[in-house]
């Protein structure tokens, strides 16, 4: 799916990742017209896939009022690593520890590791908390690129109540939330037929207006928490099997964090 039709599927993305507020990148918001992607709803999107949107898409979203954002935001040790040697000096710098293999039992290895900057904004654009995040890229000959994303856990202040994944596990009493989405771009004056309002219904099921064709998408998530550390597994070209991929993923993390 080319960037500007992901640009509006975030409109929809699932609530599990996203609050009533916004997201916003002061020094983006001064670029170019066509890098910014205004958002039908006032949102913020969760540190993990905040960084991948953000960052890893290079786009912008945010919307008008005065609510809390968070963004981009420039850190004195950020970096981009081809190896796993300087695992131990990124988490002193980032101040949360990690479990970040080499590889997985099904063949993903590990490519590149990227620390970014990030904040949370007030309503002045002032920085409230400032952060990093850690992006480990996985790579499959013949497979879609797999993410991984750690973060420092806290919480934001007035967020909703998560929505129900799409199932849950737990390996080694880690409990492990898998969602499958289905983000579907339309244009303006495209009518939902039955059987889209059905599969809302039924839920993680997204559309989002203002493309020029319909392109569809699906995106694979597996959530959890260890040692006060945020990790989100992600699959951006998911498939039938991608929700088992990343739970034995999230699984051998697990197991490796705990031996």
Sequence with gaps: ???????LALNELDERHISDTAIYSPPAGQGSPERIVPMNKKRIITFALAAVL?????????????????????????G????????????KDVGFPMT????????????????KGEAVYGENNEVLTEY??????YARPGSAEIRLVLG??????????????????????????LSLDHYKVVPEDYEKTAEDLAAEAGGHYYISFGSD???????????????????????????????DILAQMAQEIIAAAKK
């Design 213 to 243: 064709a319909v392109e569809e998408m699906e995106m694979a998530f597996a959530d959890f928490r260890l040692d006060g550390t945020s990790y989100s597994l992600m699959d951006m070209a998911a498939g039938a099997d991608s929700l």
């Design 100 to 115: 970040v293999p080499e590889g997985f039992s099904n063949g993903y290895r590990f490519s590149k590791l990227e620390v």
């Design 152 to 177: 420092p856990v806290f919480e934001l202040p007035d967020a909703p109540a998560a929505t129900e994944p799409s199932e849950s596990r737990s390996f080694d009493g880690v409990p492990v939330d």
């Design 1 to 7: 799916m080319k960037r500007e039709s992901i640009s």
């Design 132 to 137: 990093y995040t850690v992006h480990a890229l």
């Design 54 to 78: 953000i960052l890893a898409l290079g786009i912008t979203a945010y919307a008008g009022g005065g609510l809390r954002a968070i963004g981009t935001h420039a850190m004195p040790k950020t």
């Design 80 to 91: 981009e690593y081809s190896s796993l040697a300087e695992l131990p000096k990124i988490e």
